[in-house]
């Protein structure tokens, strides 16, 4: 069982972060998220000119965003090699292709705040996230029991990231990462009634 992960930076880490942040032992904690560097920088902005605009909360999100996808993104990815289904072969190209775009938002997002590209979360399991004996799993399997596991895998993770996304629009100040934060919350809605007239 995943056990919850405590974090106290802001509103959005003890709102969400520790419902949404997992480790193998519940008496084991996570890294803390990373705040944004200032080293090397004149008054504590970025070379962009707006690491002082991103709150910790806008960065945790950021971070999560970037851990969650990377997780996800071989799902879509073994889609074609596991099924026939036209069906499920072009939601997971719609799928992977928008993840794609998101994680390389969320990355340059990262970058402008200032943050180290370290992932806290590495070695992490979450809600939502794809383990690797998981994936495992979906890579032993086709067809009809690919589709199932898949289909399983991929609705933890939108149901997921909407949540976690909901938050961000809520208590993030970074309008740039409240609009990728929107724009999470649109396209999973979406990919959620797809998904479910696919494995209805």
Do not use: I, K, Y
């Not at 995943?2 to 084991?28: K, Q």
């Not at 402008?112 to 799993?137: I, K, R, Y």
């Amino acid at each position: 069982m995943r056990a919850l992960v405590s974090a106290s930076m802001s509103l959005f880490l003890s709102a969400l972060l520790v419902t949404a942040c997992a480790t193998g032992s519940p008496t084991t904690t996570a890294p803390p998220l990373a705040a944004p560097s200032t080293a090397g920088q004149s008054g504590s902005v970025s070379p962009t000119g707006s690491a002082s605009l991103f709150s910790p909360t806008d960065v945790a999100w950021l971070q999560l965003t970037v851990a969650m996808n990377e997780r996800l993104l071989p799902v879509p990815d073994m889609v074609p090699s596991r099924t026939t289904d036209p069906a499920w072969q072009t939601f997971a190209a719609r799928l992977g292709t928008a993840h794609r775009a998101d994680l390389s938002t969320a990355r340059r997002l990262l970058a402008e705040s200032g943050a180290p590209a370290t992932n806290p979360h590495e070695g992490h399991d979450m809600p939502g996230m794809v383990t690797e004996q998981e994936l495992t799993t979906l890579r032993a399997v086709t067809g009809v029991a690919f589709e199932r596991l898949a289909g399983q895998h991929l609705r933890a993770h939108l149901q997921q990231a909407v949540r976690v996304a909901t938050a961000e629009q809520r208590n993030g100040v970074h309008p740039a990462t409240t609009a990728l934060a929107a724009e999470v919350v649109r396209a999973g809605d979406a990919e959620l009634t797809r998904l479910d007239r696919l494995t209805s």
